[in-house]
């Protein structure tokens, strides 16, 4: 019997939004990601999303020019607030209404990240973006996808990617590489695959957060996890 899933927290990278070019926008990636949150919504799913910057701006890949990790790490969370905008702006379009929520106070930009906003904004049946990552440095957005999971309480982190699941190495480059379809949080750690960052993977662990690892590229995926339908791999406590 599927589990139907009532709240998510959708975890986007900042490239799902630059699609083939790598950085930037590509507008058909950045729509595919807005349709895909929509089709969530229209079955009635409660729906976070946190998004990455990687395709602007990574504090760990700017050492060459900016030797302040603070610095960079700062600007890394400023470009996952562009994302949220360009997110929550395609949403818009589609007729969905987001609002984004940012770690890093900016008034005029967005409003400030509490738990009791971002539930009055899911209850009253729209997107919530968390922008500015955990307002941290050293830190990621996939710790930040864990972190707001938690907060919202929500039933399922799913790790959006562009292959199918998780792999014991990558797909892309090893054709002889395994699927792994369920795995203990343990495992996804001490083989280091890759799923998200430790801090992330244990913040779940610690929570009991099921994560739910998919191929974004596939319409109506995000939507069939709401259905309960088991596709891609998940990561969870197995005994
Ligand atoms: N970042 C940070 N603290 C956070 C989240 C993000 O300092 O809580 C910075 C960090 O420099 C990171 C950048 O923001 O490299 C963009 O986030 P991330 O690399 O996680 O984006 P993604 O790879 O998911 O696109």
Excluded: W
């Excluded at 490239?15 to 807005?34: I, K, Q």
């Excluded at 009635?44 to 946190?50: L, P, S």
């Excluded at 899911?122 to 957005?141: D, E, H, Q, S, Y």
């Amino acid at each position: 019997m599927h589990k139907r899933i009532k709240r998510i927290l959708l975890k986007l990278s900042g490239e799902a939004l630059s699609g083939t070019r790598g950085n930037g926008f590509d507008p058909d990636a950045v729509s595919l990601m807005a349709e895909g949150v929509k089709d969530a919504c229209d079955i009635g799913a409660q729906v976070g999303v946190v998004i990455g910057g990687g395709n602007i701006f990574r504090g760990a890949d700017a050492s060459s020019f900016v030797s302040d990790r603070v610095s960079a790490d700062t600007m890394g969370m400023l470009a996952t607030i562009i994302n949220a905008l360009a997110l929550k702006e395609a949403l818009s379009k589609t007729g969905v209404e987001a609002r984004v929520l940012t770690a890093i106070e900016m008034p005029k930009v967005a409003q400030t990240m509490t738990k009791t906003l971002a539930l009055e904004h899911l209850n009253a049946g729209r997107v919530v973006i968390f922008g500015g990552g955990t307002g941290n440095p050293f830190f990621t957005t996939d710790t930040n996808a864990a972190l707001r999971a938690l907060e919202i309480e929500a039933d399922l982190l799913i790790k959006a990617t562009k292959v199918d699941g998780i792999y014991d190495k990558d797909p892309v480059k090893h054709s002889d590489a395994n699927f792994l379809k369920d795995i203990d949080y343990d495992e996804a750690l001490s083989k280091n695959l890759g799923v998200m960052d430790a801090t992330a993977i244990a913040l779940c662990r610690e929570n009991d957060l099921p994560i739910r690892v998919i191929n974004i590229r596939v319409p109506g995926n995000i939507a069939r996890v709401i259905r309960g339908e088991a596709i891609g791999s998940v990561v969870r406590r197995r005994n």
